[in-house]
């Protein structure tokens, strides 16, 4: 199984000590916060698309290019590429060029069809805006995998022998999860095309995340991709830790409460109590995880967001230390011994597409 962390770039204010980074000091960051994953050994970075004033994800590819530079065996991935609202075309030529520069180290995850620009404008969910999204990756899906490509759809003007360059590595374009909340079509749509589905379980119920995650593991073996154990699920949590539970949430709480969630209502307590937020000692966030694994079933990628609002570079990378030296092996250890057999243990990687596609690696 698949451990890392991921990050959406915001430049927020630090609630403890007022002191706001610039855009450069929180570019520098996140890629220093890339790195020690990757020294720390962690599996993979992400990096979601934003165009806010207060972040600085607006061009994931570029930053994650300058990681991949610096890194050498950390998966690098977005979280997420906006699929409704970028070129499907431009989508193909920037991925298919990054993929290059990380040697194949690169998935792409593409939704949700309802983020407008960073933003959930009402507007995001209806139809109209998920038949979009639908549209351009069935293109984004044929511009990767053929080179002269005749397409006529609704939203976008036609395109004759479009060849896109460059061609994706070794003829196998990036691995693709599709991420949504509450919408079961997209879940199809992953299944459909046997892709991954990634699902940020802070934005739902671990429940209702389970759900999703067997409607998407039904389809796929319905639509023939495979059988519903082969398919490949990823999820998207929080954890904060410190030496005992009363200590985490006295030092993660002002931070919490700088958030959007709390923002919109919710209390540390009732994330807690209702999300996949885990925060406490060690043990408790082992404990918290194993229980919700035993909701989800078995999974291949799990996330963690350990940057948000304004927490400070130096303690995200104690966080990072504490993840990975205390957490995660045991995680690893854990979930391995209660997978069933058949089912993956982790994401495909680019030689095992390259294999499965019959193309030799150069």
Known sequence: MQFGVYSVADVTRDPVTGMVPSEAERIDAVSRIARMTEEVGLDVFALGERHLTDHVSSSPTLLLASIAAHTHKICLSTAVTIITTNDPVRLAEEYSTLQHICQGRLDVVLGPPEAFLGHHHPEGSNPLCVALGLENYNLLYRLWREEQVDWEGEFRAPLVDCTTTPRPLDGVPPYVWHSTVHRPVIADEAASYGDGLFLNTLAMTPHEAADLIDHYRSGFEDYGSGRAAEGIVGLGGEVFLAENSQDAREAFRPYFNASVAHQQGMSLEDA????????????????????????????????????????PLSAVMNQLELLAAEVVPVLRREFESRRQPGTPGQPPSHADLVQKSNVRVC
């Open 272 to 311: 807690l109590a209702t999300t996949a937020l885990a925060v406490g000692s060690p043990q408790e966030v082992i404990e918290r995880m194993l229980e919700l694994g035993e909701i989800y079933g078995d999974y291949q990628r799990q996330l963690f967001w350990i940057d948000r609002a304004g927490l």
